[in-house]
Every structure is written in C-alpha cells, then in structure tokens.
C-alpha cells in the first residue's frame, strides 16, 4: 500500500511539472484543439496534452519505483512484469492512434483498428479470462475468452473518451476510478497494478489543475482513451488472480458511471433506428448542462455517482460479497433515472418497446388498438404539433406504422415518436407490404427521418401515399422551421450565458495573482 501512495504523489509532482512544458510543445506542432463557431466555447486553440502527459508518468513512476527497490521488487513475479510490459506496449500503439485523431482527425474504422491492435497485443501477452465464477456458478468462457477480452477493452475505452466533452469531466471520472482501482489491487496484493493506478491517478490530478473549468489544456483522444485502455487492462488482471463474483463485478460496479452513459448512448440510438455511431448530444455531461448544472456543480455530482458505485466495488472485495456492488450500480441507475437526470428518456424508449412487444403478442386481434409512443430524448422544441398533423394523416390513409425521429444535436434537440395502428396488414405478405425511408430536410440540412410501412391496396396505392406525405411534409416544412429557429434563439441564450459565465471565470483567474 505503501508503493500506491508514494507513486500517487511523486505522480501528482511529475505532472505538474510536466503539463506546461507539454501545453507549449502542442502549441508549438499544432495538436492544439481549434475553437468554431457552431459547438466550442472557448475563444482560442486549447492544447491536447493528455497523453503526452499521462502515458510517460503511468509507467516511469512504476519503474523509478523498481529500480531504487521501495519494496516493490520484492513483491513481483516474471508473469506479472511480462504483462506490465505488455500493457506498456499496447498503450503505447493506443497513444499513437490518438496522437494521430488528435493532429489529422482519422476515420472512426481507422481508429477502431488501432483499438483492436492495441487490445490484440494485451491478449498475446496473457491477458484473459479462462472462466467466471458468478453466484456460486462456475463459467467457462473457452474459445469466448478472447471476445470476452475484445469487448470489455473497446468499452472501457470508449466509454470514458464519450464521456470527455466538458472541461474537467473526463478527468474528474479518471481520478475516482483510478484510486478505486489502485484500492482494489491493494487489497488483492497486485503491487504493480496498484502503483500504475495510483501513478494514473496522481497524472490525472495535476493534469486536472490545468483541465479544471474553465480548461487550459484538453484530455485528446490520446488521453481520454489510454484512461479507459489502463483501467479495462487493470481491471482484467483483478479477475485473473481470482475469478470469483465480487472480483468480477467489482471493476465493473468501479466502471459503472462510463458503462451506464455507454449502454444508455446505444438504446438511445437503437430503438430509434440510427446507427450507435451517429453522433447526438445526449451523454450524461450533455444532460447535466441542459438542466442549467454549472461545470464545478456538474464535476462534483459526476465524482459522487463515481464514488458510489466505486465504493460499492471495493466493499465487495473486501467483505468477498458480491451484492454490494450490484446494490451501488443499482441504486445509482434509479437515481439518475427517477430524478431525470440522465436516462429517463432511454427508460421511456425501452418500457415501450417492451410495452409494444407484450400488447402485439398477448393481443390478438383489435381493430381499433393504436400505439402512439412519443419520447421527448433532448430539447424542449414543440415537436407535438407536427406529430399531431403526421399522425393524422397516417390515420386517413391506414398507414400500419409511422415514425418521425428528429436529431438535430446542433441544437441539443432530440425527438422520436411512433405511431402503430392495426390496418390488417400482415408484414409477411411481401407482395403487398411495402416500406420507406424519407430524409426530413429544412434549409438543405437534413434534421431527420420518417419511416412508413403500410399495405398496398386498390384505395391507398404505395406511389399515392408517399406523394401525399411528401406534399404534407413539404406543407409542414414552415412549421418545422419555425420550431427550429425558436430552439436556436433558446440555444444561443443558453450559449451566451456559458460564454459569459466562463469569461468572467477566466477573467477572475487571471487576476487572482495580481491581487495576490
């Protein structure tokens, strides 16, 4: 335990040291995040120095710590260096791919490659899960463990760069997460494990004094990533030296917050017909800032949720049960939800579906059931007033199902609505079911997309339907933007206000040491 604080404080030294210099080499190569005038707040580049900080503290403090003999050495096996090693190889390629988004802004697939390459080469160096043992139950995983390996890295990964879109979030996540790690390895003996998590932890601090609202410096995708990649590494060594439950969901209760935005990003996007990829503005730091949350408020609220589930990680470690973890992800999950503050509108998608899939299945013939499910994802746009003349209009021309979904993320706005009426329509009768996808476009910008299936029939012919709709939301095209110019005057309000707010914050900074 001893290693684990020493690391966290000549880490937290080295970094404080290190970002300056590190903020003027980025500006000097230009890795420097440039300002726009659509989605950034800030006024002038701001340097991307996470990795360039965090990868050489990660793994020099470790090895200081090995070579003057601070009772680490004593404690290591060859397996074990062999696997640091490897993990400080991976990163490294991880750091590239980074580097690289960071300077040249790669495709997403090349980006995913060089995730894939990285985790390949922890793989070759052992890391693994043969099996699992959950709840008295022993799982095998065989030739699955390797896919087991592959999905928990591009997760944990992922996560936390989603998670990095507002000064200090990231960072903020990082610190918590690492010192639960760093505990965690502690207690289990793992002394490299737990010097590397406390030296993250230690970079993460001193990074965050420049990082902190409002930012000097960014994380970067180099950053962002290798938190993610070092802790889902970590993490894997945790549940090899014991694969029991608590060892297991331990690290996973400790990754709950990245995890939960992660999870609610994909049923968002699936169970509205857009791909996970597809950009929005609905992760949790997106959220907190449309309900009027300050930065400050909103990293003290993200560290609290962190050190919930994070402490219920480490309490099943200690006392070997695995409930207490699943209690802490649990009662942060009904949080977040029953009091609005992150993925109440995903719950609304998926009790739906759900509700959908049990009325069409116990149902078995009702003429006149109709299923109008709207959920209101982000915004406050007055959406319903196109969505009652669309639904109309479906009902006059027995239209089976009809949905709009509307994602204008520039704008913070987010609306899905389905409607689905029985009309006779039997969907294995591919001779007369047809279906389209029509682009909803205002200003030669597209703002969404409307997906109709429906029968043809002598009364309503396919080709008669789809001219009338596109009539009608041609029709509908003032309405729509008419609604979208109120949600920009509400959002250049909201934007205004940060600004200002983060000027006089800058302002207040800059002449705190004239004053003293």
């Known amino acids: 335990m001893i290693d684990a604080f020493i690391a966290l404080a000549i880490a937290t030294v080295a970094s404080i040291v290190i970002c300056p210099l590190a903020a003027k080499f980025a500006t000097m190569v230009n890795l420097v995040d440039q300002p726009d005038s659509h989605r950034k707040l800030h006024k002038t580049p701001i340097p991307l120095i996470g990795g360039l900080t965090l990868l050489p503290i990660c793994f020099a403090v470790p090895l200081v710590l090995y070579l003057v003999h601070f009772g680490i050495v004593k404690k290591i096996e060859f397996e074990d260096t062999r696997q640091v090693v490897g993990l400080a190889i991976a990163t490294c390629i991880l750091f590239v791919v980074g580097l690289l988004d960071d300077r040249f802004k790669i495709r997403g697939r090349q980006k995913l490659l060089g995730q894939l390459v990285a985790i390949t080469v922890l793989i ?30 591009l997760g944990t990964t992922n996560s936390i760069n989603l998670l990095d879109g507002a000064d200090g979030f990231a960072s903020t996540i990082g610190i918590v997460l690492s010192l639960a790690v760093a505990a965690m390895s502690a207690i289990l003996g793992n002394t490299w494990d737990a ?80 791909s996970i990829y597809e950009t929005d503005r609905g992760h949790l730091h997106h959220e907190l800032k449309r309900k009027g949350i300050s930065n400050h408020k909103m990293l003290f609220y993200v560290a609290v949720l962190c050190t919930v589930t994070a402490f219920g990680g480490v309490l099943s470690l200690v006392t070997e049960e695995s409930e207490y973890a699943i209690i802490s992800v649990v009662a942060v999950v009904i949080f977040l939800v029953v009091s609005r503050m992150f993925g109440f509108a995903e719950f609304r998608l998926l009790s739906g579906k759900i509700a959908s899939a049990s009325k069409s299945f116990l149902v078995i013939s009702n003429a006149s059931r109709v299923q109008n499910n709207e959920v209101r994802i982000q915004g406050e746009g007055n959406w319903q007033v196109i969505w009652n003349e669309l639904r109309n209009f479906a009902a006059s021309n027995q239209i089976h199902r009809l949905t709009l979904d509307l994602n204008i993320p ?76 109120a949600c920009a005057v509400a959002e250049q309000s909201s934007t205004d206000a940060l600004v200002t707010t983060k000027q006089e914050n800058t302002s207040a900074q800059q002449e705190t040491p004239a004053q003293l």
């Open 124 to 153: 070759v160096f052992n890391y693994h899960f043969d099996k699992i043992s959950l709840f008295s139950t022993e799982i095998s995983l065989g030739v699955f463990s390797i896919l087991f390996v592959y999905a928990w890295m």
């Open 195 to 274: 010097v590397i998590a406390a030296s993250l932890a230690g970079s993460l601090i001193g990074f965050l004094r420049l990082n902190f609202p409002p930012a000097k410096v960014f994380l970067g995708d180099s950053g962002s990533m290798l938190i993610g990649f070092i802790l889902g590494a970590l993490a894997i060594r945790l549940t090899c030296k014991e694969a029991t439950a608590y060892t297991f969901l331990g690290p996973v209760a400790i990754l709950a917050i990245p995890f939960i935005d992660t999870v609610a990003a994909i049923i968002r996007r699936r169970l509205t017909g857009r």
């Open 410 to 485: 520039w704008l913070h706005e987010s609306f899905h609505a389905t409607l689905k009426q029985e009309t006779g329509l039997d969907e294995t009768d591919e001779q007369s079911t047809w279906w389209s996808e029509i682009p909803v476009m205002v200003d030669d910008r597209i703002v969404g997309r409307l997906d109709i299936l429906s029968n043809h029939t002598e009364e309503f012919p396919a080709y008669d339907v789809i001219n009338r709709l596109l009539a009608k939301i041609d029709e509908l095209r003032g309405e729509f933007r008419a609604t979208l110019q």
